[in-house]
């Protein structure tokens, strides 16, 4: 198994562009979560997802879209990019149930200038 | 709404000594889980060690355990005999037991380093 894999590692985008990272887990997890890590600090949720066709907000929404047409594929998008979503992008998944840790990728480190 | 703190933004160790990381958390709720997790300069977060609110017994994995005191809501990680390869940084998470709302509320994170 693969596990959880992020496409691509590094970006550099433009103050305006858009851009998707891509997540895709292969253990048939229902529950995806993208996180961002600012430098020296913890993780925060963006959007979370319990299954194909459900997601929701996390703590910090604003500036990102997602879908989840699948169970394997959770892509979170950004649009009009701007340097506060400078930061590292983690996506995460767990099985279905109560008490499982989470499963994390292996990030994404996005610098928008 | 649950909160996880740790007080600890920086430590440091020589190796083969035991060192522990403090995580305090704040809920209304009575059954949740507790995590520790490690990441290395790597960035890849690793699972560490997990606790059951419910089990009075303290978890172990090998070199790590955790002090578990649901009453003072405190969940601290002993890490002993510690290896270089311990240098990380280490979070403190929380998710409450079941339902849709289950997302997991990490803390800010205490950077270990551990000095040959």
């Known amino acids: 198994n693969a596990g959880v894999t992020q496409t691509p590692k590094f970006r550099i985008l433009k103050i305006g562009q858009s851009m998707t990272l891509q997540c895709t887990q292969d253990?048939?997890?229902?529950?995806m979560y993208w996180y961002r890590q600012d430098p020296g600090m913890g993780l925060k949720l963006i959007y979370y997802?319990?299954?194909?066709?459900?997601?929701d907000k996390g703590e910090v929404p604003n500036g990102y879209n997602v879908s989840r047409s699948t169970t394997e594929d959770f892509p979170l998008r950004l649009e009009l990019a701007a340097p506060s979503q400078t930061s590292v992008y983690f996506c995460?998944?767990?099985?279905?149930?109560?008490?499982?840790?989470?499963?994390f990728g292996p990030g994404t480190r996005l610098t928008v200038t | 709404a649950q909160t996880v703190t740790q007080s600890q933004p920086e430590m440091s160790v020589q190796e083969a000594e035991t060192v522990t990381l403090s995580c305090t958390y704040d809920?209304?709720?009575?059954?949740?889980?507790l995590f520790w997790y490690k990441q290395p300069p790597s960035r890849q977060m690793i699972l560490v060690i997990r606790?059951?609110?419910?089990?009075?017994q303290n978890a172990t994995e090998n070199r790590f355990s955790v002090n578990f005191q649901k009453a003072a809501k405190s969940f601290s990680l002993k890490i002993s005999d510690s290896q270089l390869g311990d240098t990380a940084m280490y979070f403190c998470?929380?998710?409450?037991?079941?339902?849709?709302?289950?997302?997991?509320?990490f803390g800010k994170g205490t950077r270990l380093h551990i000095l040959p």
């Open positions: 995460a998944s767990r099985p279905g149930g109560v008490g499982y840790e989470q499963y």
């Open positions: 253990m048939n997890h229902n529950y």
């Open positions: 997802s319990v299954g194909a066709g459900i997601t």
């Open positions: 809920t209304s709720e009575n059954n949740y889980y």
């Open positions: 606790q059951e609110a419910y089990k009075q």
């Open positions: 998470a929380f998710m409450k037991h079941g339902g849709r709302d289950d997302k997991i509320i």
